[in-house]
Each structure stands twice: as structure tokens, then as C-alpha cells.
């Protein structure tokens, strides 16, 4: 019992560690992460050489995997920026008279997020909310954050994304199957956390426009963007090439050539070194880029993922401590005694860290460190499921701890108690109605 009170109390004391040093000594997310490390590695006992080679194992196994996907995935958002591809798919949203432009930014950040990181998404798509706002004269409120919920939404569950391809991966689940339900989960969360959500919250929105300082920017012109369906094909080949792995290894004989193509394909790594490249031609070349001009643009692209790289390390060194220590084994232990579901776990473990370090993408691979040794104590849940349930729960509460927050916050010109009532309502409904979804997904896969 008094073991487990200091597993308990080690874990605890090392998040507020982590939030604190980021909020109040302005640490950097990495060096709060690793600061956390040596914390849990010496207060769980460990010796100073096994301490140091699990954050080594950690940083490399987790990088050693997503730093090729990030990388490739970098060049992929950057083909959609510089092309134009992102604003071709708003526009193309917009002539759908049927759709109000609440659901049409929900669409955009759907389909536009899965190759972008959330604030990217954020920079890159709110000059479309800029000016559908201005020409239908409706509050930047109620496109923003739908928007924004839609990008959080397919960042935190829809592969490959790094988080959740990190989780898809720790759990052993099947990307294809993420990747499916995850799209479906994402749009419904989005749908009722953002438009919905707005909808009945009715007059008492407040009326925001366009904040001065970004009046400026412009949506090009449209004849100069890319065609929808040169977008489309570049956007979701990936997907579609990890669906056909799925695919592969449901109805296909194992070990033939046509499966172990597939196999190969579908490998994240493989679908989106294809996908970097089909970008090139299809969003650059073909649009009279050359390539001295596309290197040049990479090349900027690849010095802004050095942060991410860096925390998402640091995030796994510091979950490679849980797991060296025996923490993650004990605390999976205390948790599997409190009775309680293994999906509302994951859950709320997720979304309690998020809270915590700001960061959804930390807090699904702590969770995942977490939740994962409870997995064997469930054989009649599937890995699918539980990796639903951790990226829905890091849907939720975006508050002050997150950059995205404060985002959100300059380019809508609100207050921050108007942040915290619509758009971080926004996240938690989102994250809600994710978990509902998954646990109806859990009687049927």
C-alpha cells in the first residue's frame, strides 16, 4: 500500500513539475519533459546508468519511427501551403449551397488537417475563416472554432498523425482501422462540438470580425490554385494506400506477392515517402514551380518541425522512465483495482494530461505509457479501441497550458473567458461525444 501511494505520488508530483516549470519558469516543453525524466528515474530507485539508457531508448524509439513520418508528413503540409491546395478545397466547400460555413470549416479542417499539424492548420486555413466571415457577415467565433475543433479532432485520432500513429503503434492496433474510424468518430465530435454546440449557444455569441492586424490577409485568386482533384489525390493517397494495407491483411492470403506489395505500400513510412513526391509533381512542378524552388521551400519547412521533434523526444524519454522504473506496471495495476472501464480510463487519463502539459500530443504518449500494461487484463478489448479512446480524450481541454489556446484566442480577438467558454467548451464536448462514439465502436469491432 505505501508503494503504491509513492507511485501514485511520483506520478503526480512529476506532472505538476512539468506544468509548473512551463508556466511559471517559461522552460522549454523539452527540458521540462526530460527534467521529469531523471525526477521519476530517481525517485522510483533507479540507478544513474539504467536511468540514462531508458531515456536513450525512449528518445530513439520513439523518433527512430516518427521523425521519418514527420518529416515526410512536414513536406506534404508545406506542399499544400505553398500550392495553394488547402484554399482550392475551401472554395471548392463553399459553392455547396447546402452546407452552412460552420460545417464547411468543420469539412476543411477535417480534410486539410490530416496532412497538417493542428497549429499549422490553424495559421494556414484561418485566412479562409477570415473571409467567409467578411463576405456572409458571421462571427469569426462561429467559424473559427469549428475549424479549430475539427483540426484538434483529426490531429489527436486519425494516423498518421504522430501522436496517434504513436499510439496505433505502441498498442499494436491496425492503422487502417484508426485511420476509418477515426475520420468517422472526428466528424461527428466536430460536427456537435463546433456548429452544434454554436447553434445552441444562439444570440448569446458574441458578434467577433476580423481582427485588424490580420484584415490583411487575402485568399488567393482561384485561378491560380491547383485543381481539386490533383488536391484530393495528393491529400488522401496516404490514407488510402495504409487503407489497402488494412485491406490486405483482412482478406488476403499472408506471404504472397501481391500482399507483401501491399504490405509494403501501406507502410506509413512507404505511403507517405510516395505521397511527398506525387506532392511535388502534383502541387509544384505541375504548377510551374521548379524544383531549385521546391528545395528551397522544404528546406524552411524542415526548420520549424525541430520543436515538435524535440518535445515528442522528450515525451518519450520520459515514458520510457514510467516504463524502466515499473511505474506504468504498478499504476496500470492500481488502476485496473479501481473498477472502472478500461475506454473511461483511457480517457480521462488523456485528457487529465492534456490539461496538465498543454500538449495533446504528450499526453496521448503518457497516457499510452500508462494504459498500455492494462491491456493484457482485457483481452475483449481491441487495441483500436483503446487507442480511440486515448486520442479522444486529448481532444479536450485546451486551456491556458496549450498554445493552441492562446492561437485561437489572437486570431479570433476574443477574451480569454470567451475562449475558455466557447472554445474550450468546444474541445470538451468533441472529446465527449469521441468517447460515446468509441464505446458504441467497442460492441461492434
Not at 511559471?24 to 539504467?50: C, D, N, Q, R, W
Request: charged share 10%; aromatic share 8%.
Amino acid at each position: 500500500m505505501e508503494s503504491q501511494l509513492w507511485v501514485i505520488a511520483t506520478l503526480i508530483t512529476s506532472i505538476v513539475m512539468i506544468v509548473f516549470s512551463i508556466v511559471k519558469f517559461k522552460l522549454h516543453p523539452f527540458l521540462a519533459l526530460l527534467f521529469a525524466s531523471f525526477y521519476v528515474g530517481t525517485s522510483m530507485g533507479m540507478g544513474p546508468i539504467e536511468m540514462v539508457t531508458a531515456i536513450e531508448n525512449g528518445i530513439g524509439g520513439t523518433l527512430g519511427f516518427l521523425a521519418t513520418v514527420i518529416g515526410l508528413g512536414t513536406i506534404l503540409g508545406k506542399m499544400m501551403e505553398v500550392s495553394g491546395a488547402a484554399e482550392r478545397i475551401g472554395l471548392t466547400l463553399q459553392k455547396c449551397r447546402w452546407l452552412s460555413p460552420e460545417v464547411i470549416m468543420v469539412l476543411i479542417g477535417l480534410v486539410c488537417g490530416i496532412t497538417l499539424f493542428v497549429e499549422v492548420g490553424v495559421v494556414l486555413l484561418i485566412p479562409l475563416a477570415f473571409s467567409i466571415a467578411k463576405k456572409t457577415n458571421t462571427s469569426l467565433l462561429n467559424l473559427a472554432i469549428p475549424l479549430c475543433t475539427a483540426l484538434m479532432a483529426v490531429h489527436c485520432i486519425v494516423p498518421p498523425h504522430p501522436a496517434a500513429l504513436y499510439v496505433t503503434n505502441e498498442l499494436g492496433a491496425d492503422i487502417g482501422s484508426v485511420i476509418f474510424y477515426g475520420l468517422l468518430i472526428g466528424l461527428t465530435a466536430s460536427l456537435i462540438g463546433g456548429p452544434l454546440f454554436l447553434k445552441l449557444m444562439g444570440s448569446s455569441l458574441p458578434f467577433k470580425k476580423v481582427p485588424e492586424e490580420f484584415s490583411s490577409l487575402e485568399v488567393r485568386n482561384e485561378s491560380e490554385l491547383p485543381s481539386l482533384g490533383a488536391t484530393l489525390f495528393t491529400v488522401m493517397l496516404p490514407i488510402f494506400l495504409m487503407l489497402m494495407k488494412t485491406a490486405a491483411e483482412l482478406n488476403m492470403e499472408h506471404g504472397t506477392t501481391l500482399y507483401t506489395t501491399l504490405e509494403f505500400l501501406g507502410n506509413p513510412i512507404t505511403a507517405m515517402f510516395i505521397a511527398a513526391f506525387v506532392a511535388y509533381y502534383m502541387l509544384g512542378i505541375r504548377q510551374n514551380m521548379g524544383m531549385s524552388a521546391l528545395l528551397e521551400k522544404t528546406e524552411g519547412a524542415f526548420s520549424s518541425i525541430a520543436n515538435i521533434l524535440l518535445i515528442i523526444g522528450a515525451g518519450g524519454a520520459f515514458n520510457g522512465v514510467l516504463k524502466g522504473s515499473g511505474l506504468a506496471d504498478v499504476l496500470a495495476q492500481i488502476l485496473s483495482n479501481l473498477d472502472m472501464h478500461p475506454i473511461l480510463l483511457a480517457w480521462l487519463v488523456a485528457i487529465i494530461l492534456h490539461a496538465a502539459v498543454g500538449s495533446a500530443t504528450v499526453a496521448m504518449m503518457g497516457a499510452t505509457a500508462i494504459v498500455a500494461p492494462m491491456l493484457s487484463m482485457y483481452p475483449d478489448i481491441s487495441p483500436e479501441i483503446i487507442t480511440l479512446a486515448i486520442g479522444s480524450g486529448a481532444i479536450g481541454c485546451t486551456i491556458v497550458t496549450d498554445s493552441l489556446f492562446w492561437l485561437v484566442k489572437q486570431y479570433c480577438g476574443a477574451s480569454i473567458t470567451e475562449i475558455f467558454k466557447y472554445y474550450t467548451t468546444a474541445t470538451f464536448i468533441a472529446s465527449f461525444v469521441a468517447l460515446g462514439g468509441t464505446f458504441l465502436l467497442s460492441y461492434i469491432i
